[in-house]
């Protein structure tokens, strides 16, 4: 993970961190070809919640429903960055506190 920068890292989540390991047998289809093409449900595969960046949600039923998901743009983890997000507020407002502090203290022991 990338710690100067956690929400580069997260945004930019691959087919294999979201869809999990390319099936063996698994053969790439061009859908792009096909304006009309219904992606079939795989039993043998576990639903995926994928979000975009407006918090959009989809829950695709198989691998190559995940994987053209993913590549089209539905990387985003809405919970991490929030998560992310608090600890980064609170890391500010700690800091602004502990400053704070330090120059009241600094300030009154010259006064004195």
Not at 29 to 41: G, H, L, R, T, V
Not at 42 to 71: M, Q, R, W
């Amino acid at each position: 993970m990338n710690f100067l920068n956690p929400k580069k890292y997260l945004l930019n989540q691959t087919v294999e961190e979201l869809c999990g390991l390319e099936p063996i047998n698994f053969e790439a289809i061009d859908i792009a070809s096909d304006p009309n093409f219904i992606f079939q449900n795989d039993p043998n595969y576990s639903g995926v919640n994928l979000y975009d960046a407006e918090n959009n949600t989809v829950i695709v039923n198989s691998y190559l429903e995940c994987k053209h998901y993913v590549d089209g743009g539905w990387n985003f983890i809405p919970n991490i960055l929030s998560e992310l997000d608090l600890h980064n507020g609170l890391l500010t407002i700690s800091l602004f506190v502990l400053l704070s502090g330090f120059l009241y203290f600094y300030r009154n022991s010259y006064e004195s």
